[in-house]
């Protein structure tokens, strides 16, 4: 894995995504964001802008072994660990991530933490989904795809014209969906593809095509193999300029002009300035006559 598979959304303030879990995921190209507000699906890559702090590393990780009770101890203590560390402690925590590929016992622990955290700790659901992706196990692939195909709300609190438990949810399913795209496995690669062409959310059938075309490299071959799964009227998923590292500076921005220009109608109009609001001329009270002296 060499770069994140970006989401887009409205959820920052539900989405306590943390540096490690943001680094943590299945796509080694990274989409660029396109405009509308309909697209956006929820966590934004973690930018350092100039002179910003820099997060100092946490104690060292917990262990990551054992079977049964221990094993469910020491995932849940891994997870927490890992929704504190550092961005400087990415490469540690991949590396014990990857040591558990073959144990079942870690890897269901890690799911059920998901589970109990969905209705609590969004950022705590992230973080596990991220881990499940990373094992590269196809232990994982039945634990992601129960989250991918959970059926998404169609009612609840409107924040900016979206239902925010939808959103919340679809950022969870994103997560998954790039969770598989990363195991490589045969069977996870199927439901990739099946993402792709039967997912309702188009937030997550977009995150699944950029997660394929990521992880089988940027090539005529692989949209060619994409194609026949991507739906009428949404084949600009397929156009998506795409970054990837040596990419030289400017070049994405370019691509994405290109493509912004090739497809207007994901450009949002310009903003109208609405006429101000006639206002009546102020009136005076008027003033009461002095009392009669009768």
Known sequence: MNRLCRYKGTLGRLAGATVISASMVACSADPPQEIPGQQRAAVEKPVASPGAAVIAPTRNPPALTGTGTQARDNAKAFLSWAGRAAFSQKEEARAIIKSVRDNADIINAIAEEARL??????????????????????????????????????TGEVVEG?????????????????????????????????????????????????????????????????????????????????????????????????????????????????????????????????????
Not at 118 to 147: F, K, M, N
């Open 117 to 154: 955290a969905q209705r609590v700790d969004h950022g705590r659901v992230l973080v596990a989904l991220a881990l499940l992706g990373e094992t590269g196990s196809p232990l994982a692939i039945e634990h992601l795809r129960s989250w991918l195909w959970q059926p998404l709300p169609t």
């Open 162 to 294: 979206e239902i925010a438990e939808r959103t919340a949810l679809e950022m969870l399913e994103a997560k998954a969906v790039s969770g598989l795209a990363y195991i490589k496995d045969p069977t996870a690669e199927k439901e990739v593809l099946r993402a792709v062409a039967e997912h309702p959310s188009f937030h997550v059938r977009a995150e699944a095509a950029a997660c394929y075309r990521g992880n089988h490299g940027d090539t005529a071959a692989t949209l060619a193999a994409l194609a026949p799964y991507v739906r009428k009227g949404e084949e600009r998923i397929l156009d998506r300029p795409m970054r990837s590292p040596g990419d030289p500076g400017g070049s994405v921005n370019k691509r994405l002009q290109a493509y912004l220009a090739a497809h207007p109608e994901i450009v949002p109009p310009e903003p109208v300035s609405l006429p101000p609001k006639d206002k009546k001329p102020p009136t005076e009270r008027p003033i009461d006559p002095p009392p009669s002296r009768n």
